[in-house]
């Protein structure tokens, strides 16, 4: 039998297998997820079909459906958000917005041990209620805050390790990008996953500034703390945060209230906020700067969705995904045993892949996973196996794997945010950022463990609006 022959009597499966092996060598050589994976793809549906229909019609068949992808599954509206969100964040920062967050969190919190640190925690969370981009968020905060930690004798590594753990706290307070491309994944309500983000991102803020604290009470030499603000000084800071909390309400009533969609709360957001921008002085070059970079992350966004979708589509033809569901649910062993293991496994990838296309490359396999070893899409919390409904377990879930995706932003060697901080500033090199970025991973997995054990924390807001 001929090698022609012999791949195309494989099953299915086991093409799926090859081609996905095959995917990941492409990115351990240092090609890029998105291509990696449309490539992958291509060739898989070219295996596929062209074992059915013959290599001619085969190919024709790939390629049409190479074409189409991209289109079809990138003019969603519900992705039409994303762009609207990090212009945001973008606005935000070139209309002095970010800055007056920063000043205004150094007043109130600085007196504390590692005060700068703590204050740049919290000013990012701020920031990430109307930015949702990990990157943007880093990129931000190297110019601003790292800085003024530096000139009060803050050890650069600690200074550039907050910075770049604080962005990842985009991925998860809402607006998140990263959370609209789970909900469009798992066809779950980009509004329910949105407001399940809230509590956790807080409680993640609060955790990552415990541990500045504790770790600047632990050796003085990190960073001092900031005295000598009065309180009048402090009320004054106020008024300039104001437009940052004014948008965080706008975007809370749109999805929560039913005002809006989350699109319409989207555009409403970035709306304002170009109004405040003008108000405050914002130069054309200065919009020109915002609209450039806006553009620039939602291309490599898109790039990497419609990439890795084309891998998805083929992964539904070779069956992966139920085959991978019924080993997991075959293994005898205990539901929440296996979850972890899947999460330490999302730990490993992060090593080796961004956040967003590690999870459009995982989810179509894992998540029906999740919820057949959960007890089914329909099963009430009391019979399920994480003690969550159905519903709430894609949510539950959702929030745990997003929170997990944070790593990849801060782990070696792709660390995407650690990189964004060494290049906006030349004093600190990956190395430092690398090092700082170390006991945030403790903090990481205190939260994440906080979220399996009471996930009351994910679900309180959607139960409200009546999806969990």
């Not at 005060?115 to 905060?141: E, N």
Request: glycine content about 12%; proline content about 5%; some cysteine.
């Amino acid at each position: 039998m001929s090698l022609w022959e012999t791949m195309a009597a494989m099953e299915p499966i086991t093409i799926g297998l090859w081609v996905t092996g095959l995917m990941l060598v492409f990115v351990v050589l240092g090609l890029r997820v998105a291509f990696a994976a449309a490539l992958a793809g291509f060739l898989g549906l070219l295996w596929i079909f062209s074992a059915k229909l013959g290599f001619e019609k085969g190919f024709f068949v790939a390629v049409k459906m190479a074409g189409t992808i991209p289109h079809s599954k990138v003019s969603s509206l519900s992705l039409s958000l994303i762009p609207t969100f990090i212009l945001i964040g973008f606005l935000a920062y070139h209309a002095g917005l970010t800055k007056a967050l920063f000043e205004a969190a150094k007043k109130w919190v600085g007196w504390l041990p590692g005060g700068m640190g703590v204050a740049t925690v919290f000013s990012t969370a701020g920031f990430a209620a109307v930015s949702g981009a990990s990157v943007a968020t880093s990129a931000v905060f190297a110019r601003i805050a790292i800085p003024e930690m530096l000139k009060l004798g803050y050890d650069k590594r600690f200074a550039a390790g907050v910075v770049a753990a604080g962005g990842t706290l985009a991925s998860l307070i809402p607006p998140s990008a990263i959370l609209v491309i789970y909900a469009i994944i798992v066809e779950q309500d980009v509004g329910a996953l949105l407001m399940a983000g809230f509590i956790p991102g807080a409680v993640s803020a609060l955790i990552y500034g415990s541990l500045v604290v504790i770790l600047a009470l632990s050796n003085k030499k990190l960073g001092p703390p900031v005295r000598g603000f009065t309180w009048g000084e402090r009320f004054a800071t106020l008024p300039g945060a104001f437009p940052i909390f004014f948008v965080v309400g706008i975007i809370i009533i749109c999805i929560y209230g039913g005002v809006g969609t989350p699109t319409e709360a989207g555009a409403l957001g970035a709306f304002v906020i170009l109004i405040m921008a003008i108000y405050k002085g914002m130069r054309w070059g200065q919009l020109s700067s915002a609209l450039i970079e806006t553009g620039k992350l939602t291309v490599m966004i898109f790039t990497i969705i419609w990439g890795v979708l084309l891998y998805v589509r083929f992964l539904g033809f070779a069956d992966l995904p139920s085959a991978f569901s019924l080993w997991l649910t075959s293994l005898d062993q205990s539901p929440m045993l296996t979850l972890i293991l899947i999460l330490l496994a999302y730990a490993v990838l992060g090593m080796f892949m961004d956040a967003i296309g590690m999870l459009l490359l995982t989810l179509p396999v894992v998540y029906p996973a999740i919820i057949a070893l959960n007890g089914g899409a329909d099963v009430a919390a009391a019979d399920s196996a994480f003690g969550v409904s159905g519903v709430g377990c894609s949510i539950w879930f959702g929030i745990i794997v997003v929170k997990m995706a944070e790593l990849c932003l801060i782990t070696p060697p792709i660390g995407l945010n650690c990189f964004v901080v060494a290049g906006v500033r030349p004093e600190c090199t990956v190395q430092d950022v690398f090092r700082g970025c170390t006991p945030f991973f403790i903090a990481d997995a205190l939260t994440i463990a906080t979220l399996i054990a009471l996930p009351g924390i994910v679900l309180w807001l959607p139960g409200l609006m009546g999806f969990a």
